[in-house]
């Protein structure tokens, strides 16, 4: 089980690990909080007073055997199990509402009896997720970054049972996992969820010559795109044209047909709060793309 964490990983970071595809790991991940002793002291984030700020951890990078540029990974999360040290805070000059909680305060929130306990005193649903589940761009990780290979996109259903379709962009695949939720909302408007450390299992499967130009999540009875850029419109419009392009090439629509059964039947959800690089995911029902004449499962066709 890794113990070895870092804030910063490029394809040349030595792996904590190397595996064969479809083999089971373990890590501990820290909570993005987990070094920070005041959170007073933590600058503005996505400013550069922020670089090199103890924030969000890494844990990683996994290297895969036989992983190689045009290959995607499968991560499937298997479990998490979240420690007791869940806290929620308001960043200096970040989230939503940023001009009028524009001040950093910190809330305890303990994990104890299958419940977050925001304040310790209001007892909130778990609902474990990974905010960063990623694969290593060709540049290395700028930490909090999202794009085509995942980075802390904060999508609410990377949690325990999903599957998570990932491209492979430096030999070696060297995947990665970050910033661990208890619980947490799409949109997260502080900026924040229960953040805390966890134990994560989850299992890596190699798929060659598989095309992923953007995350997909298998999620329940979902398949879900994920699109990222510059602000929530850039974003919104990726998911949807990687939504469309998927159904386009994979069923029995046209590109038209495609755009307007997706405007039906897709639910867009927002990932992150503002930030320079925003995530945003169209879910799309498995059910209807098996009424369209896909036939499954999404690896036969990125």
């Known amino acids: 089980m890794s113990s070895v964490y870092l804030f910063s990983v490029t394809p040349d970071t030595p792996p904590v690990e190397t595996i064969d595809s479809g083999t089971d790991v373990s890590l501990v991940v820290r909570g993005a909080f987990a070094d920070v002793e005041d959170i007073r002291s ?24 036989g992983a190689a540029p045009g290959d995607a990974v499968l991560i499937d999360i298997l479990k998490m199990d979240v420690h007791e040290d869940g806290m929620t805070a308001i960043l200096r ?23 977050a306990w925001f304040a310790d005193r209001i007892p909130v649903p778990l609902n474990p997720n990974l905010g960063t589940v990623s694969t290593m761009p ?16 904060d999508q609410k259903d990377a ?4 599957r998570i379709h990932l491209p492979v962009m430096v030999p ?36 060659k010559d598989h095309q992923v130009e953007h995350p997909i999540i298998e999620y329940g009875d979902s398949i879900q795109f994920v699109g990222t850029g510059p602000s929530v419109e850039a974003a919104t419009e990726a998911a949807a044209e990687h939504a469309v392009a998927y159904v386009a090439a994979n069923t029995d629509l046209d590109r038209e ?3 307007m059964l ?19 995911r169209l879910i799309v029902p498995r059910e209807t793309l098996l009424n369209t004449g896909w036939s499954g499962p999404v690896t036969a066709s990125g």
């Open 159 to 162: 949690g325990v049972g999903s």
């Open 257 to 259: 047909e495609a755009y």
């Open 172 to 207: 070696g695949a060297m995947v990665f996992f970050a910033d661990p939720h208890a619980a947490i909302s799409d949109g997260i408007i502080t900026g924040t969820g229960v953040e805390c450390t966890a134990t994560v299992t989850a299992r890596i499967t190699l798929v």
């Open 93 to 115: 000059d970040f989230g939503v509402l940023r001009q009028e909680f524009g001040d950093p305060k910190l809330l305890h929130c303990p994990v104890r009896d299958g419940k």
């Open 42 to 65: 933590v600058p503005t984030p996505f400013t550069p007073a922020c670089d090199g700020h103890p924030l969000a951890p890494v844990s990683g990078p996994i290297r895969v055997n």
């Open 262 to 280: 997706l405007s039906i039947v897709g639910e867009l959800r927002i990932g992150t709060s503002p930030r320079p690089i925003m995530a945003a």
């Open 138 to 153: 060709p540049e290395g990780y700028k930490p909090s970054y999202a794009g085509p290979y995942g980075g802390d996109f």
